[in-house]
């Protein structure tokens, strides 16, 4: 179904069954599949293929040579019916692909609201991501991750599969990162270190100086303190009062399958 308010352009293909919402633009040479669902005011531009089982919803704009909603790049998928589910105001621009999901993964690859994926980069199978995310050029999402609101990857960075990274963090560019970031930490160098925390992003968003301080001090307890990571992390629940700790807490405490980025002791 084609909205009668949509423009599409007349060297677009648009397969029987695609939904099309009010006021969308479908750009030239563009592919909107039959199982797609684009909701009002989302813009194609041209060369774009939105394939799969894809929602993308509305006022999301989709650059040039972008790949929505294609199979995921997994030898395990034998082609199940799975799906991908962007949200509202994301910016994708030219090159990006995001894969639908995997039987064994849950089905479903998530992107939130208010994203910007820059040139090249790239959003796997199962992957979660909250919102306000920003993914900087050729920077890739493996299968299964988690990203939470407010993360910033770097160019060129990698998220290995099944990794979380906690809300508010950021990882520098050309950084591979292959266990967990707490939330409002910092990481860069090759390797993936934890560096500090993202107090550039914290003074930004306005957080209080009693927060900060609050959260300097956790993260030095985090690195000095006397037994394993997670139980520094209790110990820091016991006594945490700025909702700002807590978050970093119960994200330590949560369930995970890989161990942590833990500070240099």
């Keep these: 179904m084609i909205d009668r308010s949509a423009s599409i352009h007349p060297t677009a293909v648009i397969e029987d069954g695609a939904t099309i919402g009010p006021d969308a633009k479908v750009g030239p040479f563009s592919l909107v599949g039959a199982n797609v669902t684009l909701g009002a005011g989302v813009v194609l531009k041209s060369h774009v293929v939105v394939s799969g089982v894809t929602s993308i919803d509305e006022e999301t704009v989709v650059f040039p040579g972008a790949v929505v909603g294609e199979?995921?790049?997994?030898?395990?998928?034998?082609?199940?019916?799975?799906?991908?589910?962007?949200?509202?105001?994301?910016?994708?621009?030219?090159?990006?692909?995001?894969?639908?999901?995997?039987?064994?993964?849950?089905?479903?690859?998530?992107?939130?609201?208010?994203?910007?994926?820059?040139?090249?980069?790239?959003?796997?199978?199962?992957?979660?991501?909250?919102?306000?995310?920003?993914?900087?050029?050729?920077?890739?999402?493996?299968?299964?991750?988690?990203?939470?609101?407010?993360?910033?990857?770097?160019?060129?960075?990698?998220?290995?599969?099944?990794?979380?990274?906690?809300?508010?963090?950021?990882?520098?560019?050309?950084?591979?990162?292959?266990?967990?970031?707490?939330p409002y930490g910092l990481v860069q160098a090759p390797r993936g270190e934890l560096d500090g925390l993202n107090l550039v992003g914290l003074k930004r968003k306005g957080v209080a100086r009693e927060d900060i301080t609050a959260l300097r001090a956790a993260f030095q307890m985090l690195a000095q303190g006397e037994g394993a990571f997670q139980d520094r992390a209790r110990r820091l629940g016991e006594e945490a009062e700025s909702e700002y700790v807590r978050e970093i807490v119960d994200f330590v405490l949560g369930a995970s399958d890989r161990s942590f980025l833990t500070p240099e002791r």
């Design 71 to 182: 199979i995921p790049q997994d030898l395990k998928f034998r082609g199940e019916e799975t799906r991908l589910t962007i949200g509202k105001r994301n910016r994708i621009r030219e090159g990006v692909t995001m894969n639908t999901g995997t039987e064994g993964g849950g089905g479903v690859t998530v992107v939130g609201d208010d994203c910007l994926f820059m040139t090249g980069a790239h959003v796997a199978h199962d992957a979660n991501v909250g919102d306000r995310v920003i993914v900087a050029n050729q920077g890739a999402i493996a299968g299964h991750c988690v990203i939470e609101d407010d993360v910033i990857i770097g160019g060129l960075s990698g998220i290995h599969q099944f990794v979380r990274i906690g809300k508010g963090a950021i990882i520098g560019a050309v950084t591979m990162v292959t266990n967990d970031v707490i």
